[in-house]
């Protein structure tokens, strides 16, 4: 089965970036569909954004501060994150369609603090 690897997450303070990656054992080039969910303290996983075929969308409570991208040479899924906020303090999770199934990262802890 392919494997999903995050990284990149950690501690930082309101207003700062943090850029996130997603590895998968399989090469991109074969995925049906990748994107990013997270999980707030409390609350269930929420879906953050989803880069398809047709094109890619984000949710409202990340739009405009938050970009996904691809790199095929390097082989990882990327989440550009800007202007964050406290609110933004969840893990993390890659998760992409292969084959017939979505599969799921590890996660990747990411806090927001003073």
């Known amino acids: 089965q392919v494997q999903l690897v995050e990284s990149g997450g950690g501690l930082v303070q309101p207003g700062e970036s943090l850029k996130l990656s997603c590895t998968p054992s399989?090469?991109?080039?074969?995925?049906?569909?990748m994107g990013w969910y997270r999980q707030r303290p409390g609350r269930e996983r929420e879906w953050i954004t989803t880069?398809?075929?047709?094109?890619?969308t984000y949710a409202s409570a990340v739009k405009g501060r938050f970009s996904v991208s691809v790199d095929t040479a390097e082989n990882k899924m990327y989440l550009q994150m800007n202007s964050l906020k406290p609110e933004d303090t969840a893990v993390y999770y890659c998760?992409?369609?292969?084959?017939?199934?979505?599969?799921w990262g590890q996660g990747t802890q990411v806090t927001v603090s003073s």
């Open positions: 880069i398809m075929k047709s094109g890619t």
């Open positions: 998760n992409a369609y292969f084959d017939t199934k979505w599969l």
């Open positions: 399989a090469s991109i080039s074969s995925a049906i569909n």
